[in-house]
C-alpha cells in the first residue's frame, strides 16, 4: 500500500446549520431568526439565554453570540434590509439586558 492514502472523510459544508439547529447552548423558538420584529427576536432570545442551564456565560453572552453567530453564518446570503433589522434586534438585546454599549 505504499503511495496510497486512506480516503479523507470530507467535512459537510454546512456545519453551521448543524450548529444551529444541534446547539448545545440555547433552545431557540424554531424559525426566531425570520421574523420581522426586532424587538419580538430579542426578547426570545433573552427567554432562552436565561431559561438555558447549558450556556457557559452570562445569559446576555450566549444570547449576543448565538445572534452574532446567524448573522456571520448567514453572511452574503443576507439583504441590506435584513442585515438592518439584525442590527436593530442587537441594539435592542442590549436595551433587554441594560447594557448600553
Do not use: C, H
Request: net charge positive.
Amino acid at each position: 500500500m505504499k503511495g496510497k492514502r486512506a480516503a479523507k472523510k470530507e467535512q459537510p459544508r454546512r456545519w453551521s446549520a448543524r450548529v444551529t439547529r444541534e446547539s448545545n447552548v440555547l433552545d431557540l423558538e424554531p424559525g426566531v431568526f425570520t421574523w420581522s420584529d426586532p424587538k419580538r427576536i430579542a426578547r426570545s432570545l433573552k427567554r432562552s439565554a436565561e431559561k438555558s442551564v447549558r450556556r457557559k456565560g452570562t445569559p446576555y453572552q450566549s444570547a449576543m453570540s448565538m445572534l452574532n453567530f446567524y448573522i456571520n453564518r448567514a453572511g452574503k446570503n443576507l439583504s441590506t434590509e435584513r442585515k438592518r433589522l439584525l442590527a436593530r434586534t442587537k441594539r435592542e438585546l442590549r436595551t433587554l439586558f441594560g447594557r448600553s454599549g
